[in-house]
T-cell receptor
């Protein structure tokens, strides 16, 4: 069993739809990160969470520490949101453990 | 600021050849990392350097060596490349461990 799992693996949505990507983990963590990998390969950090909820524009990330679960929501999705979204947890040794990613395609 | 830069962008090697992947950051970050990304497996840590002068093994260090040349530069060396090392390699840096990491654009390596 992988330490970090994501669902779904692949997701296709129509422009404007509300999108949810889920992440569950089985290890103790100091923080959870959501990353975005663009079609060209570049990786950027979207959020770092240790509790509660964060919002940045149309993106919302939540974490439930007791349930070891996090969600990334995208409101009013747009084709430019098409990317691979990666959940990564920081263990107490401060190294990352990455999920396999969720590939999102938003169609116009 | 260029952020994190990596060279080369793409490389083809024959089995047994050696090469060094270069990484540099201009953000005065203390910690630097090398990852590999393989289809369906997610990113995996090869080596990291928590601060200048220190390096440590990550999850998949076999077949690799690293050098933290100075605070800016962290190189990854393949002494004798194998087809199993075909992958995309990412360098990343952060101010201190536990903060947000900034990733380079990646190096795509093909070992024949």
């Amino acid at each position: 069993k992988n330490e970090v799992e994501q669902s779904p693996q692949n997701l296709t949505a129509q422009e404007g739809e509300f999108i949810t990507i889920n992440c569950s983990y089985s290890v103790g963590i100091s923080a959870l990160h959501w990353l975005q990998q663009h079609p060209g390969g570049g990786i950027v950090s979207l959020f770092m969470l240790s509790s509660g909820k964060k919002k940045h524009g149309r993106l919302i990330a939540t974490i439930n520490i007791q349930e070891k679960h996090s969600s990334l929501h995208i409101t009013a999705s747009h084709p430019r949101d098409s990317a691979v979204y990666i959940c990564a947890v920081r263990n107490y040794g401060q190294n990352f453990v990455f999920g396999p990613g969720t590939r999102l395609s938003v169609l116009p | 600021n260029a952020g994190v830069t990596q060279t080369p962008k793409f490389q083809v090697l024959k089995t047994g050849q050696s090469m060094t992947l270069q990484c540099a950051q201009d953000m005065n970050h203390n910690s630097m990392y090398w990852y590999r990304q393989d289809p369906g497996m997610g990113l995996r840590l090869i080596y990291y350097s928590a601060s200048e002068g220190t390096t440590d093994k990550g999850e998949v260090p076999n077949g690799y060596n690293v050098s933290r040349l100075n605070k800016r530069e962290f190189s990854l060396r393949l002494e004798s490349a194998a087809p199993s090392q075909t992958s995309v390699y990412f360098c990343a840096s952060e101010r201190i461990p536990g903060e947000t990491q900034y990733f380079g654009p990646g190096t795509r390596l093909l070992v024949l």
